[in-house]
Each structure stands twice: as C-alpha cells, then as structure tokens.
C-alpha cells in the first residue's frame, strides 16, 4: 500500500518550537513573580500570553494528524501571544528606563548565541536567578524572537506539505482508490 492517509506526525515535546515555548513560559512564570507587583494585572496577562503560546504549539501538532487548517490556525494563535508578551517585556522596559538590547549590542549577540544553543528550560531556570529584570527580560526577548521565526518556518512547512500531499479527504480518497485499484 501506499503512503498512509494518517501518517502519524510527531511528538511535540520533541518539537524545538515546543521546547522554546516551553522555555519562554518558565522564564515568564519567574519574572513576573519576581519583577512585577503582585496585585498587577500583567502577571496573569503575561503567563496566560506565554502559556497560550507554548499550548497551541502543543495542540497545533496534536491536530496536524488531520488537519492542516487547524494546525495552521493554532500555530498564528501561537505567534500572536507571543507577540502579545513580546510587547509586554517591551513595556517593561521601556517605563522604567531599562534598555532594550539593540540588535548589535554584545549583549543581544550573546544571547542570541546562547538562546540558539539552548532548548532546555532547566537551562533557564538556573541561569536567570542571577541575572537582573534588563537581563531576564532581553533574554526572553530574544527567545521570543527566535520562536517567531521558528513558527514561521513551520507554517512554511505546513503549507508546502498541504500543497505537495493535499488535505486528509485528498489522502483518504487516494487511499481507498489505491486500495480498490489493488483488488
């Protein structure tokens, strides 16, 4: 028989853009308890935005089996909270005259360095206790970065393979004509 009309796509958890998101919420979790008055509203905003982002990676892989549009919808929620926390941590710092590493900055090229290298979230957890609000917050800055063009590389991805093998009515209708042309 031919190619499987379900092929089983792969876990999530091994998904980098899973890991990364999965990072991204763990340091937004710690710098808002940490950094952030905790009658402010931001706090539930800020990890509802992380969480949102590393869930519907999760759930867009999970649908991917059977749909492409659902995988593709989940995936710009995800992009969308992440962008919504990437203009939280922005706020932060800005308001309280804190910089945002400039693109050239040695500090932004370390990191970007560092963040490209790492997609564990203990990794984070550890490294962030010492380092200050500017720092933890520049730091997911840029893992948000990286995760915006991760997600979309996959929805390129997702595209060319809904273009290249069509739609799981396409797969199942090719299945059961393979299947009766074999008979």
């Avoid at 050239?104 to 790492?118: E, F, L, M, T, Y």
């Avoid at 200050?132 to 991760?150: F, G, H, S």
């Amino acid at each position: 028989m031919g190619t499987p009309f379900l092929p089983q796509k792969g876990n999530y958890r091994n998904l980098i853009a899973y890991q990364k998101a999965e990072c991204i919420y763990d340091i937004t979790y710690y710098f808002s308890h940490h950094f952030l008055d905790r009658n402010d509203r931001t706090i539930n905003q800020m990890i509802q935005a992380a969480r949102s982002g590393k869930q519907n990676v999760a759930e867009g892989c999970a649908a991917s089996t059977t749909s492409a549009e659902t995988e593709i919808k989940l995936v710009n929620v995800a992009r969308a909270s992440l962008q919504e926390l990437l203009i939280d941590y922005e706020d932060y710092l800005r308001v309280r005259n804190l910089i945002k590493w400039n693109v050239n900055d040695k500090n932004a090229i370390i990191a970007r360095r560092v963040c490209a290298k790492h997609n564990e979230s203990a990794f984070y957890r550890n490294t962030i206790q010492v380092r200050t609000d500017e720092t933890i917050a520049n730091i997911a800055i840029t893992l948000i970065y990286q995760e915006d063009v991760i997600l979309r590389k996959d929805l390129d991805r997702i595209k060319d393979d809904f273009i290249k093998h069509g739609g799981i009515r396409e797969q199942m209708t090719k299945a059961r004509i393979e299947y009766r042309n074999k008979r």
